[in-house]
Each structure stands twice: as structure tokens, then as C-alpha cells.
């Protein structure tokens, strides 16, 4: 009697252990597949970058929020097939059309350098893949982008639409004009750089709004310009960097 009740224990631990099993590894595929462990790492790198970089771009260290949007976003569904495997490398991908994405610490940056609030209205010039959109996307309350190259554009679009950003809105067009419907905008980011601000861009920022944009033609600057009361900006240089130039549409 003893042994039996002792059998049928065991025959209830071993179906117990292999039920756990099964599960545990459907777990691991499911990340494995969504690539969870990998966007950590990513974030951990960023985090770690932003630290040593730290003294340069004067601040200590990114907004949690900025990180926790990072470790959301799914970068691999946005970038082309073959760069799938290398999404979350911290450095820059093709993306089509001779155009890049920015390396994922310049992206934490440069939304960091925003200072988003729940409530905002954010437009971008330079939607690429559309990666930096949905970043945005999780911070602001309605993201604007617009992209030059239509076939870019449109597969963004398509992207954005497929991960359900549906406060993210999309256009081609040249953005060196703004957008000018739905301005004014409480921040303005650039992810392609022209060699001067945009007069258009700084005209649709708020009073208080931050524009965040490369300029320079061949050694580029990151800056952060802050429009003042009276229409004026202050300007200030954070990083080194080099993005792709921003292209005009032949009048
Ligand atoms: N933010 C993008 C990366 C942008 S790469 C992302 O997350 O994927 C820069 C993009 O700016 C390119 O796709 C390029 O075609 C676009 N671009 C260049 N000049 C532009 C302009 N005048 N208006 C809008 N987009 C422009």
C-alpha cells in the first residue's frame, strides 16, 4: 500500500516536472522569437555608453523612460531581412535606398535630448524605417514624420501600422518645410543633417520646444535648440556626429 501511494506520487511529480518543462521552453521560444533577452542587452550597452559619454553630452545618465521604450521597441521588425540577425548591435544599419538607421545609443540619445512628456505633439523629419517614430511613439502622445524617399516612407508606414503605432502619422514629402497642419509641435527631431536649422522647423516649434537635429555638412554637430519667448533660440552643442544629408525636393 505504502509503495503504491509512494508510486502514484512519483508518476504525479515526474507528469508536474515534465508539464514545467514544456512550458519553460515555450517561454524561451517565445523570447528567443521576440528577441526580449537581446533588446535588454541593447539597453544595457546604451545604458552603459550613456554613462561614459556622460561628461560630454552633460548628462549622467538617460531617463528610465527612455530606456524602457528602447527595451520595448522591436528594432529587427523594422530594419530590411538581411539586417534582421545584427538589429540589436549598437551600431548603425542600412536600411534601403542608400539610407541609414542610426546606431541605437544615438536614438536613446537624441530622444533623451527631447525631454518628452505624455501629452506631447512630436514631429520628425527623416522617418527612414520608421524605428525612431515608434520609439517616439511610446513617449509622446502623437508622433509626425515625414520621409523624402516614398518607397521608404511607405514601408514604414506599413510597419507602423502592422505593430499597431496608431498615434504615429506618416507622410512623404520634404521635410525641410515642417508640417506645418499640425503645428506647433512640442518638440522637433531631425535624423538626417542639413548644414543650417531649418527656419520652417524652429517657426512650428512651441515657445519652450526643443528641436534636437544634426547640423553640419561634413563634420556634423548634434544640437539642442530651445525657442524663447520672443523667437529667438538658444543653442547648444551636445555630441559629434554623422548622419546622412538631409535632401531637398527640386522646387
Ligand atoms: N529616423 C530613421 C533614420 C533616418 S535616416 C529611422 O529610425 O529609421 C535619415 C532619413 O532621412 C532617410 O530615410 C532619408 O531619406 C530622410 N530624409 C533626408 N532628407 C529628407 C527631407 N528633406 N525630408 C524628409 N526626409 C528626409
Request: proline share 5%; charged share 20%; net charge neutral.
Amino acid at each position: 500500500m505504502a509503495w503504491y501511494h509512494e508510486h502514484m506520487v512519483s508518476v504525479a511529480a515526474v507528469r508536474l516536472l515534465f508539464l514545467i518543462l514544456l512550458m519553460s521552453s515555450a517561454v524561451m521560444a517565445f523570447a528567443q522569437n521576440d528577441r526580449v533577452v537581446e533588446r535588454r542587452q541593447m539597453v544595457d550597452d546604451i545604458a552603459a555608453l550613456a554613462s561614459l559619454v556622460g561628461r560630454e553630452t552633460g548628462r549622467a545618465g538617460l531617463d528610465q523612460r527612455v530606456l524602457a521604450a528602447m527595451a520595448k521597441v522591436k528594432r529587427h521588425e523594422f530594419v530590411p531581412p538581411a539586417q534582421r540577425r545584427s538589429a540589436y548591435r549598437n551600431r548603425p544599419l542600412a536600411i534601403g535606398a542608400g539610407q541609414t538607421i542610426s546606431q541605437p545609443f544615438i536614438v536613446a540619445l537624441m530622444t533623451d535630448l527631447l525631454d518628452l512628456q505624455h501629452g506631447d505633439k512630436v514631429l520628425e523629419i527623416g522617418t527612414g524605417c520608421g524605428y525612431q517614430a515608434a520609439v517616439l511613439g511610446e513617449l509622446a502622445k502623437d508622433v509626425y514624420t515625414i520621409e523624402i524617399v516614398e518607397s521608404l516612407g511607405k514601408t514604414a508606414a506599413q510597419t507602423l501600422t502592422r505593430l499597431g503605432y496608431a498615434n504615429v502619422h506618416t507622410r512623404i514629402g520634404d521635410g525641410y518645410k515642417g508640417w506645418p497642419e499640425h503645428a506647433p509641435y512640442d518638440a522637433i527631431i531631425v535624423t538626417a543633417a542639413p548644414d543650417h536649422v531649418p527656419p520652417a522647423l524652429v517657426a512650428q516649434l512651441k515657445v519652450g520646444g526643443r528641436l534636437v537635429i544634426p547640423i553640419g555638412k561634413f563634420a556634423q554637430e548634434l544640437m539642442v535648440i530651445v525657442k524663447n519667448e520672443d523667437g529667438s533660440t538658444r543653442r547648444e552643442a551636445i555630441v559629434p556626429v554623422q548622419f546622412v544629408p538631409l535632401t531637398r525636393e527640386k522646387e
